[in-house]
């Protein structure tokens, strides 16, 4: 046996020895860390100077520090006289029992990320982003009421119970950081079974026999021959062609609709929004180009908003809290009407009476976009494209409160539109995409001095310098 070799195994028989003398304080130290961690109110020592730490905002579930006032909100005038005389866009709004702190409202914008209808951790990020920066509502995506309604393979749903606990959890952080929550409720209709946009082009680009549709197979998690409409008239030639739907199963719709309500409640969501634009089935219905029905739901205008408004008063029903409608102002034809005054499309016209009997129904808000529904659609497109909508359709039904949408970029511009008188709120989409701080940069744009997320405040220091 070596010397090498001896030192060696003395040196491990030291070490061993050892370990129970170097664990005994470890231990020790280990232990005070857990017993203060967890139970750090009870071992302060008592004292009558103030305590200052963190708060858990109260009435959700999980733990998030309480901002006060929420993000996003205009700071008292005593101590920012620049918020004296506040511009409209950070006024707060109020509807029905909720008050949302500015009208800076998130556009509800599909993300493809779902599975099976649930939403992921994709969509926690997506909308808590939003309500950490300022926004006045956050408005879940198209959602639909049941699993053919879904837009992609990959939409949101709201038809199973299974449905409610991951949304939930985004409205739990939403409201965390003090911000309203909404959720768009919606069928596809005739536009149901299509692939993601990406993944769309990735079909494209690859090539070959069939690489223009949009439809999802089956082997793709589509349903191409359970898709449904008002008539059997695709919207475009790589679209699935839709079954025209039964009186029964138009009913069964409605209900389906109801039902999604009620799961709304377990959510805890602030308002609904029904998707009547852009389309999907509702508007397929209003709109003369895509449905050719003969029977009550089909033909007169009556007839074609009644699937509509048997809808919104069917939730109407159910749901006591804010109610809004997104409908699309024009199909963007040629003509609304033809040289026989007979209706071709759907337009402005039209849709100031769908917006007068909205109001008649109790509808809280009426959200105005406009397209989605004829493929050879011409739209201008330009900043604020869609005011004049907005616009004719407050001045028409002057007691229903109006939202704008669609190439609002700018906080002078949307101030503009608000001071103006077109619409009430705004709703913001790709803008808060490639600028998820713009509640914050409208402020500073606008002078306003309004509350941050205290984790990010040392970002926006200057905005919160009073002046004299």
């Keep these: 046996m070596t010397t090498r070799f001896i030192d060696r195994r003395l040196f491990l028989l030291i070490i061993l020895a050892a370990l129970p003398l170097l664990a005994i304080p470890m231990a020790s130290r280990l232990l005070q860390f857990f017993r203060f961690s967890s ?73 493809y990320s779902a599975v099976d209808g649930h939403m992921t951790d994709w969509h926690l990020v997506h909308l808590g982003g939003f309500a950490t920066r300022g926004a006045g509502a956050v408005m879940f995506e198209a959602t639909a009421v049941t ?21 939930k959890r985004v409205v739990d952080f939403a409201h965390g950081q003090g911000t309203a929550v909404g959720i768009q409720l919606a069928h596809a209709g005739r536009k149901a079974s299509t692939l993601a946009p990406w993944v769309q082009s990735r079909r494209e680009k690859a090539g070959g026999e069939g690489s223009h549709s949009a439809v999802a197979r089956e082997v793709e998690g589509g349903w191409p021959t359970n898709v449904v409409g008002p008539s059997d008239v695709p919207f475009a030639d790589n679209y699935p062609t839709p079954k025209a739907l039964s009186v029964e199963e138009i009913k069964e719709i409605v209900q389906a609709f109801v039902d999604a309500v009620e799961r709304c409640k377990q959510i805890g969501l602030d308002f609904i929004e029904i998707h009547g634009a852009h389309g999907y089935l509702i508007h397929s219905f209003y709109s003369p180009i895509s449905n050719k029905r003969t029977d009550d739901y089909g033909g007169s205008l009556p007839n074609r908003l009644r699937l509509a408004l048997e809808i919104v008063r069917a939730v109407r029903q159910v749901w006591d809290k804010p109610l809004f409608f997104r409908l699309s102002a024009t199909d963007w034809a040629k003509e609304e009407k033809n040289e026989q005054g007979e209706w071709v499309s759907w337009g402005i016209e039209q849709t100031i009476e769908l917006s007068r009997l909205l109001r008649e129904e109790g509808v809280d808000l009426v959200d105005v976009s406009s397209g989605g529904n004829y493929v050879g659609q011409q739209i201008p497109v330009g900043p604020g494209y869609q005011v004049p ?26 101030e503009e539109i608000l001071a103006s008188g077109s619409a009430d709120v705004l709703f913001y989409a790709r803008e808060l995409l490639r600028h998820v701080d713009f509640p914050l940069f409208a402020a500073q744009e606008l002078g306003v001095a309004v509350k941050p997320a205290d984790q990010y405040e040392r970002a926006w220091g200057r905005m919160l310098t009073p002046k004299k």
């Design 39 to 111: 139970s750090a109110t009870k071992d302060v020592p008592r004292t009558t100077a103030p305590v200052f730490r963190n708060v858990a905002a109260p009435g959700v579930e999980g733990y998030y520090p309480l901002n006060d006032p929420p993000i996003g909100t205009p700071y008292s005038p005593e101590e920012f006289p620049q918020n004296k005389h506040l511009p409209k866009l950070f006024t707060p709004y109020k509807v029905r029992d909720v008050e949302f702190k500015n009208r800076i409202w998130v556009s509800p914008m599909c993300q």
């Design 147 to 167: 699993p053919e309604g879904r837009i992609t393979p990959e939409c949101t749903g709201i038809w199973s119970d299974s449905h409610i606990a991951p949304m």
């Design 389 to 414: 909508f907005a616009k004719q359709i407050k001045e028409s039904v002057p007691t229903l409160p109006i939202g704008s949408v669609g190439l609002i970029t700018d906080p002078r511009q949307s």
